[in-house]
């Protein structure tokens, strides 16, 4: 997928992911450690289900994730399919 391609799918998504690099990233804040901890369960078990896994890091509160295709380094639609499942969960969880 080229980076015109990237930025128009990324219109498709909730607010807050954009291209950094040749990732998908979106940060995240939570109440505290226990629920930015929760999230980040929630989402390695659908990264899990996928197959597909994202970059992970977590201060405290705060949940960035980049989600990228790493046998093509760039964005594929897996990652939009798996971005569309973080926002489900955010929405539906916290």
């Given at each position: 997928?080229?980076?015109?391609?990237?930025?128009?799918e990324i219109k498709n998504l909730?607010?807050?992911?954009?291209?950094?690099?040749?990732?998908?990233?979106?940060?995240?804040?939570?109440?505290?450690?226990?629920?930015?901890?929760?999230?980040?369960?929630?989402?390695?078990?659908?990264?899990?289900?996928?197959?597909?896994?994202p970059k992970i890091v977590n201060?405290?509160?705060?949940?960035?994730?980049?989600?990228?295709?790493?046998?093509?380094?760039?964005?594929?639609?897996?990652?939009f399919d798996l971005a569309k499942?973080?926002?489900?969960?955010?929405?539906?969880?916290?």
């Amino acid at each position: 997928m080229d980076r015109d391609n990237i930025l128009k799918e990324i219109k498709n998504l909730d607010n807050g992911w954009v291209l950094s690099e040749n990732a998908l990233a979106k940060d995240f804040t939570f109440k505290d450690f226990n629920e930015s901890l929760d999230f980040i369960n929630k989402i390695g078990i659908e990264s899990e289900n996928l197959n597909h896994h994202p970059k992970i890091v977590n201060v405290y509160n705060k949940v960035r994730l980049e989600l990228w295709s790493h046998d093509i380094d760039s964005v594929s639609s897996r990652d939009f399919d798996l971005a569309k499942l973080v926002d489900k969960t955010f929405k539906a969880n916290f």
